[in-house]
C-alpha cells in the first residue's frame, strides 16, 4: 500500500509465547527431514536391533521355551555388558543417520540468506541453534536413548523389583551415556553444516571426522609409541567414557576424565564455530 495514506497499522493478533519461539524452527526442520525416502527408511531399520534385543530379552525369562528346545541356564545375560554393546550398535547407526540428516540444517538458510530473516525479528541466535539442534538431538534419542530406556524397564519388569534395585545404575549409564554421544553428533554435524553448504561435502567430512581420525589415532600410537593419539578420535574418547559409565575394564591408553574434558573441549569448539557463522550479516570481502 502506498505510505501517505496512512491506512497501514500494526500487527495486533495472538503473539507466540517467547518461551517456545525456539519450537518454530524445529517443527519446520523437523517436517522437511523425513521427505526423504531413503532416511525415512534407514529410520526405520535402525530399530531392527533393539527389537531383536528385546526379543533375547523375553526369551531369557521364557523358561517354557529353554525348557523346550532343551537349553540349559540363560542363552543371554543381561548385564552391563549386554547394555553397552546396544550403546555401541545404536550409537553407530546414529552417527550414520547424523551424517545424511544434519548436514542440511542450517547450510541451506546461510546459502539462501535466510539468517537475516530470522534475526530481524525478536529471534535470538541461542533460540535458532536449539531449534535445530533439538531436531538432531530428539532424532538420534529416538534410537538411541528411549530403546534402551524400554529395554531396560522390559527386563527390570521380568527379573523383578531385587534386580532393578541393584542395576539401577545402568540406566543412569545408559542415560548419561546417550545425551554424551547426542551432544556430540548435534554441535558436530551443525558445525560442518554452517561452515560447508555443500550438504553432500558437509556429509562426507562429518563421516571422515570420525572413521579418518580412528585411522590418524592409530598410526600416531603406532610411529610414537604412545597412547595420546586417541585424543584426535571422537569414537576412542566416547569409548572411553562409555566403559567408564558401564563398569568395564579400560583399555591402556587415555583415561576417563581425560577423555570426558578432550570431549568438552571438542564440543565447545564446534560450538564456537556454529555461533561464528550463524549471525544477522555476514562481511564478504
Known amino acids: 500500500m502506498a505510505v501517505y495514506r496512512r491506512t497501514y497499522a500494526s500487527y495486533t493478533g495472538a503473539l507466540t509465547p517467547a518461551w517456545s519461539r525456539w519450537l518454530v524452527p524445529f517443527r519446520y526442520a523437523r517436517r522437511n527431514l523425513f521427505r526423504s525416502k531413503f532416511l525415512t527408511a534407514f529410520f526405520v531399520a535402525c530399530f531392527f536391533?533393539?527389537?531383536?534385543?528385546?526379543?533375547?530379552?523375553?526369551?531369557?525369562?521364557?523358561?517354557?521355551?529353554?525348557?523346550?528346545?532343551?537349553?540349559?541356564?540363560?542363552?543371554?545375560?543381561?548385564?552391563?555388558?549386554?547394555?553397552?554393546?546396544?550403546?555401541?550398535?545404536?550409537?553407530?547407526?546414529?552417527?550414520?543417520?547424523?551424517?545424511?540428516?544434519?548436514?542440511?540444517?542450517?547450510?541451506?538458510?546461510?546459502?539462501?540468506?535466510?539468517?537475516?530473516?530470522?534475526?530481524?525479528?525478536?529471534?535470538?541466535?541461542?533460540?535458532?541453534?536449539?531449534?535445530?539442534?533439538?531436531v538432531l538431538g530428539i532424532l538420534i534419542s529416538q534410537i538411541t536413548l528411549v530403546p534402551g530406556l524400554v529395554l531396560f524397564i522390559v527386563q527390570a519388569t521380568l527379573a523383578g523389583p531385587s534386580w532393578a534395585w541393584n542395576h539401577l545404575w545402568i540406566a543412569g549409564s545408559l542415560i548419561l551415556s546417550s545425551l554424551v554421544w547426542i551432544a556430540i553428533l548435534s554441535l558436530l554435524a551443525m558445525a560442518l553444516s554452517a561452515w560447508v553448504r555443500w550438504r553432500i561435502v558437509a556429509g562426507a567430512l562429518l563421516l571422515a571426522t570420525l572413521l579418518f581420525g580412528m585411522g590418524l589415532a592409530e598410526a600416531i600410537n603406532a610411529v610414537l609409541r604412545t597412547h595420546y593419539g586417541?585424543?584426535?578420535s571422537l569414537a576412542h574418547l566416547m569409548n572411553a567414557v562409555s566403559k567408564t559409565l558401564?563398569?568395564?575394564?579400560?583399555?591402556?591408553?587415555?583415561?576417563?576424565?581425560?577423555?570426558?574434558?578432550?570431549?568438552?573441549?571438542?564440543?565447545?569448539?564446534?560450538?564456537?564455530?556454529l555461533l561464528k557463522k550463524v549471525r544477522a550479516y555476514e562481511v564478504i570481502r
Not at 523358561?63 to 543371554?76: D, V
Not at 587415555?254 to 568438552?264: K, R
Request: glycine share 12%; charged share 10%; with cysteine.
Open 49 to 134: 536391533y533393539p527389537v531383536l534385543c528385546l526379543g533375547g530379552i523375553y526369551l531369557t525369562h521364557n523358561l517354557s521355551f529353554l525348557e523346550r528346545i532343551g537349553a540349559r541356564g540363560n542363552l543371554l545375560v543381561i548385564d552391563n555388558k549386554f547394555f553397552y554393546s546396544f550403546t555401541a550398535v545404536q550409537g553407530w547407526l546414529a552417527f550414520i543417520l547424523t551424517a545424511f540428516a544434519g548436514p542440511g540444517l542450517i547450510s541451506g538458510d546461510l546459502a539462501n540468506g535466510a539468517l537475516p530473516l530470522y534475526f530481524c525479528r525478536p529471534f535470538s541466535r541461542s533460540e535458532y541453534v536449539l531449534g535445530k539442534a533439538s
Open 230 to 232: 586417541h585424543f584426535v
Open 246 to 273: 558401564f563398569r568395564m575394564d579400560l583399555e591402556p591408553g587415555i583415561s576417563a576424565s581425560a577423555a570426558g574434558i578432550a570431549i568438552l573441549a571438542y564440543c565447545g569448539i564446534c560450538l564456537a564455530l
